[in-house]
């Protein structure tokens, strides 16, 4: 019924950037929260940053001043600028959105298929 659909990965040298993007498509109503979770190996999956439809912005400790989160509400997209990358910000990278399906009043939570990012020199 929803797809969430990220790009925007790769493999970037420490200090560099790459920009995140995740469109939602199908049978949305309407989205609350959008936001990016990533899980390193080994690890648990972690929020790294998400925005509400009314643009209240929450950030991980460890990527706050490096990571700006934006979203287009008319395009149904979420991005991800990231910034001064580390080491330690490989891992995949995964979109989250809360969407009410069309004609539904339940709200469920969606997640993209992940992107890789790895850091490294």
């Known amino acids: 019924q929803v797809q969430l659909v990220e790009s925007g990965g790769g493999l970037v040298q420490p200090g560099g950037s790459l920009r995140l993007s995740c469109a939602a498509s199908?049978?949305?109503?309407?989205?609350?929260?959008m936001g990016w979770y990533r899980q390193a190996p080994g690890k648990q999956r972690e929020l790294v940053a998400c925005?509400?439809?009314?643009?209240?912005?929450n950030y991980a400790d460890s990527v706050k001043g490096r990571f700006t989160i934006s979203r287009d509400n008319a395009k149904n997209t979420v991005y991800l600028q990231m910034n001064s990358l580390k080491p330690e910000d490989t891992a995949v990278y995964y979109c989250?959105?809360?969407?009410?399906?069309?004609?539904?009043?339940?709200?469920?939570?969606?997640w993209g298929q992940g992107t890789q990012v790895a850091v490294s020199s």
């Open positions: 989250n959105a809360e969407v009410r399906v069309l004609w539904k009043t339940i709200i469920n939570d969606y």
């Open positions: 199908g049978s949305i109503g309407s989205i609350n929260a």
């Open positions: 925005i509400t439809s009314g643009g209240s912005i």
